[in-house]
């Protein structure tokens, strides 16, 4: 069974930073990308940033310049440096890992989320 743990969520100033951090483990052959999403209260789950097994990475333009994906290939671990932090970016942050292969085949993963709160 793959489980997803994240940590590194909290209350935070506007224009502070926080680095979420999320490892993957069990039985894992590989793992095609890994990511973040986030969901603030009434809206939907929408991608923040995503990077691939072979470095590549897409961001949303909300957090271009501001946010940082980076990935541990080797012990399947994902963080997000998260700088410059504004109101808006407060939200409910949810890591995924796409395209898992495992004995039983290959799909998708979530963690259980992690609350980010961007408020003086």
């Known amino acids: 069974q793959v489980q997803l743990v994240e940590s590194g969520g909290g209350l935070v100033q506007p224009g502070g930073s926080l680095r979420l951090s999320c490892a993957a483990s069990?039985?894992?052959?590989?793992?095609?990308?890994m990511g973040w999403y986030r969901q603030a209260p009434g809206k939907e789950r929408v991608l923040v940033a995503k990077?691939?097994?072979?470095?590549?990475?897409n961001y949303a333009d909300s957090v271009k310049g501001r946010f940082a994906i980076s990935r541990d290939a080797a012990k399947n671990t994902v963080a997000l440096q998260m700088n410059s932090l504004k109101p808006e970016d407060t939200a409910v942050y949810y890591c995924?890992?796409?395209?898992?292969?495992?004995?039983?085949?290959?799909?998708?993963?979530w963690g259980q989320g992690t609350q980010v709160t961007v408020s003086s």
């Open positions: 990077i691939t097994s072979g470095g590549s990475t």
């Open positions: 995924n890992a796409g395209g898992v292969s495992t004995w039983s085949g290959v799909r998708d993963y």
């Open positions: 069990g039985m894992i052959f590989s793992i095609n990308a």
